[in-house]
T-cell receptor, first 118, second 109 residues
Framework: GAVVSQHPSWVICKSGTSVKIECRSL??????MFWYRQFPKQSLMLMAT?????????EQGVEKDKFLINHASLTLSTLTVTSAHPEDSSFYIC??????????????FGPGTRLTVL | GQNIDQPTEMTATEGAIVQINCTYQ??????LFWYQQHAGEAPTFLSY??LDGLEEKGRFSSFLSRSKGYSYLLLKELQMKDSASYLC??????????WGAGTKLIIKP
């Protein structure tokens, strides 16, 4: 199957700093990438949908100025958590949907990034 | 509103069979997915149902009844490595995945 990578896999930062997470589709082109957040013992929560070359669509309650998303190419999307605070500590997961179909079977998940803000 | 319900936790014995249920109420329906998620890892795809009936894939089977808004994931010949959370997700009319909270499955020897 298709491979999606995320970098870094884990990060610890101080409160007030910004953290950038990269999501790459390694062997396919992804017109759409999704960013999820998952708190312990909870389900995945969709934060935003990112389409290549256009602005991301944020879910209700997600601050677009705090969570900056850039989908500059068909293989790369980045999520920047600006001025991170301890409550932003979470497991961030991206997924990518192939350009060749609309079925979510073709949505592949990255391994996730664990963010801890001190 | 949109809602997906599944049990929070289930326990089963190695070698046995377990059925994890999922009921849903969503705006539109374009398929139901089951994912497996081990602690600290991203979800991995298990199955996709869009038509009524049973889909079998090795030790795992998934069933769907659209009229009842109901699905189940059946795991046979349970192995210790099957201990994980199992997430039910529905693709709504906007082709957006709506996620259940997940069922934590504990396998005992």
């Amino acid at each position: 199957g298709a491979v999606v990578s995320q970098h870094p896999s884990w990060v610890i930062c101080k409160s007030g700093t910004s953290v950038k997470i990269e999501c790459r589709s390694l062997d396919f082109q992804a017109t759409t990438m999704f960013w999820y957040r998952q708190f312990p013992k909870q389900s995945l929560m969709l934060m935003a949908t990112s389409n290549e070359g256009s602005k991301a669509t944020y879910e209700q309650g997600v601050e677009k100025d705090k969570f900056l998303i850039n989908h500059a190419s068909l293989t790369l999307s980045t999520l920047t958590v600006t001025s991170a605070h301890p409550e932003d500590s979470s497991f961030y997961i991206c997924s990518a949907r192939s350009a060749t179909g609309t079925m979510v079977e073709e949505q592949f998940f990255g391994p996730g990034t664990r963010l801890t803000v001190l | 509103g949109q809602n997906i319900d599944q049990p929070t936790e289930m326990t089963a014995t190695e070698g046995a069979i377990v059925q994890i249920n999922c009921t849903y109420q969503t705006s539109g329906f374009n398929g139901l997915f089951w994912y497996q998620q081990h602690a600290g890892e991203a979800p991995t795809f298990l199955s996709y149902n869009v038509l009524d009936g049973l889909e079998e894939k090795g030790r795992f089977s998934s069933f769907l009844s659209r009229s009842k808004g109901y699905s189940y994931l059946l795991l046979k010949e349970l192995q210790m490595k099957d201990s994980a959370s199992y997430l039910c997700a529905v693709l709504d009319s906007n082709y957006q995945l709506i996620w259940g909270a997940g069922t934590k499955l504990i396998i005992k020897p």
